[in-house]
């Protein structure tokens, strides 16, 4: 049987499903003298936003049990210099590019959308709705679904045709599927989930929280199950590919997404310590599914899940 | 695999000895692609992937021979996992990293070498290096008790003689006090001298604020909480003295010319 692990997400077609998650492969170029990223599906950038950011001061990560804390803070250098000297190399390296974007306000990822489309050298835009909206007194833009198709419904408008528009959600929500249902409305080519679970440490000898902003992004192996989850929530309410996120460091993970209703899943937090494991998981991927006797994503799919092959093909 | 001079591979203890108090050199079997400077360092991770999500920075003491040595003390979880090793026991290194010492602007003149605990490490590579090319470094050490020296680096020989200096319990080759005043009288005595330190955060904020105001000027190796140690996750930043920019202490340090950041708590912004 021959395997076809290509990935389709609206008009764009990547060459498997493994990406890196934003925030955990820098621009894409850290590792070019170490890693092949040619062979992942894509990698997604570090979230860029129109104006450079310093980020957060110290402390900005913390190890935990099965998981880390980061407040990073979305430092980047801004759109103007990663259009100028980062897009260049992903292009040149022939790496297929999903470019994640925060916004300050709802118009601001039209206008990044438009000055990115004046370039070559991306496949996505993954919209970053985790971030404060400045002109609603700091609330996640991500977290209202009425908001967030508006968001979605603009960002669209100012997409090139030949390109796709992912929009990334955050797990700290009621309903995650009610919000992805929104992005569907909105016009999204594919759901990510998730983005990081709000968490705290304590520092019991100075007895306040760890971070000075208290809360930070957990991420890691703990968060796994949270993350298979909130797939299945959002498989249930979407009809389009989900790019699952959370926790995954086995061949196991990527397929128990699969299962859960994903088409697609990006590595993170784990690449901290082992850089290459999204190439393995390409190498290996096809084997396994040789091995098992699968011929696309989609057969894994679970059969409670709308969608199934057995239930939509007959 | 090993690219553009880094390598990341699975290495095996070969050797293992205790020098201090829950403190140990381990030496580990593996071929890197390039020499290492003082001041370089490791990322090591120690292999349980579900219990340790991130590998550890720690600075590399030695590397010759195909054998690589690092210094470890037990400071948290990971660090206690790590020591405990025996021959042996494996675990996955990413090396060479970071930038180094200048070997050239130590010398032909005075330099002076202010360690404090595991600070010791690149400041002993230092040493031998100066020494090698002739040099002779004026190296000073800290630690809390005399169970914390750890005597098995301390010698006249490949990097002494060091000054050696307690909090408490001094003997007759130990001075009593801070590390700082062995800094202040090599000062008195050499008042052109170049310093370089690396110790607690506190030990190298006193060092600094002792070398601005000689106006000596003093190279930091910079020890941060890190993530991937290869410029990726923006977890070991400092912020640098010029602008808004922040730099890496894996990429662009950890080894910096303390004016090139701003190193004291009075210096740093509370941005975000």
């Known amino acids: 049987m021959s395997v076809d692990l290509r990935f389709q997400c609206g008009p764009v077609e990547f060459a498997n499903p493994v990406f890196t998650a934003s925030g955990t492969w820098g621009y894409g170029i850290e590792y070019l003298d170490f890693v092949d990223a040619s062979c992942l599906g894509g990698i997604v950038t570090k979230t860029i936003t129109v104006e450079p950011r310093p980020g957060n001061p110290q402390p900005r990560v913390r190890e935990l049990r099965h998981g880390m804390l980061n407040s990073i803070g979305l430092e980047n250098v801004g759109l103007e210099a990663f259009v100028a000297t980062k897009l260049p190399v992903l292009r040149e390296h022939s790496i297929a590019t999903v470019v994640s974007l925060a916004a300050r306000d709802e118009s601001e990822f039209s206008t990044m959308i438009a000055e990115l489309s004046r370039h070559d050298g991306w496949k996505a835009v993954e919209l970053n709705l985790s971030c404060p909206n400045v002109a609603r007194g700091g609330l996640d833009f991500g977290r209202e679904p009425e908001q967030v198709e508006r968001i979605v419904a603009l960002a669209r408008r100012a997409m090139p045709d030949d390109r796709a528009l992912w929009v990334k959600l955050t797990p700290n929500v009621t309903s995650i599927g009610a919000l992805a249902a929104a992005a569907e409305r909105g016009g999204a080519h594919a759901i990510s989930a998730i983005n990081t679970v709000v968490g705290m440490e304590i520092d019991l000898a100075r007895r306040e929280p760890v971070f000075p902003r208290a809360t930070a992004g957990y991420s890691g192996p703990a968060i796994l199950p949270i993350a298979l989850a909130k797939v299945w929530e959002v498989a249930h309410a979407v009809s389009i590919p989900i790019v699952g996120i959370g926790g995954i460091g086995s061949m196991d993970d990527v397929l128990s997404f699969f299962v859960a209703g994903a088409a697609a899943v990006q590595v993170g937090t784990s690449l901290f310590a082992r850089p290459a494991l999204a190439g393995d998981f390409v190498r290996d991927l096809e084997r396994r599914f040789e091995a098992e006797g699968l011929a696309k994503v989609a057969d894994l799919r679970s059969s409670r899940l709308p969608g199934h092959p057995a239930t939509t093909t007959g | ?272």
């Open chain 2, 1 to 272: 695999m090993t690219h553009g001079g880094r390598t990341m591979s699975e290495a095996r203890v070969v050797a293992r000895e205790e020098v201090a108090r829950e403190t140990v050199v381990l030496r580990y079997g593996i071929d890197l692609e390039r020499p290492v400077d003082p001041g370089q360092f490791a990322m090591v991770h120690p292999g349980d992937d579900d219990r340790y999500v991130l590998p550890r920075p720690l600075s590399i003491l030695d590397y010759e021979g195909g054998e690589l040595s690092l210094l470890i003390k037990v400071a948290g979880r990971g660090s206690a996992e790590l020591a405990a090793q025996s021959v042996g026991d494996t675990v996955r290194i990413f090396a060479p990293l970071g930038t180094s010492f200048e070997l050239d602007e130590f010398i032909g003149r005075p330099a002076i070498l202010v360690a404090g605990g595991v600070g010791v490490v690149p400041l002993h590579m230092l040493a031998r290096r100066l020494k090698a090319r002739g040099s002779s470094p004026l190296p000073i050490f800290g630690a809390r008790t005399p169970e914390d020296l750890p005597m098995p680096l301390l010698g006249a020989e490949p990097a002494g003689p060091w000054q050696l200096w307690v909090e408490s319990g001094a003997r007759d080759d130990l001075r009593e006090g801070l590390v700082t005043r062995g800094l202040e009288e090599a000062l008195d005595e050499h008042p052109d001298a170049i310093v370089a330190t690396c110790g607690p955060t506190p030990m190298m904020h006193a060092v600094a604020r002792i070398c601005r105001g000689r106006g000596a000027p003093l190279r930091v190796c910079l020890e941060e909480q890190m993530g991937c140690g290869a410029g990726v996750c923006r977890a070991c930043v400092v912020d640098d003295a010029k602008g808004p920019t922040r730099r890496t202490v894996c990429l662009e340090g950890p080894v910096f010319d303390v004016d090139a950041i701003r190193f004291l708590p009075e210096e740093q912004e509370v941005a975000s």
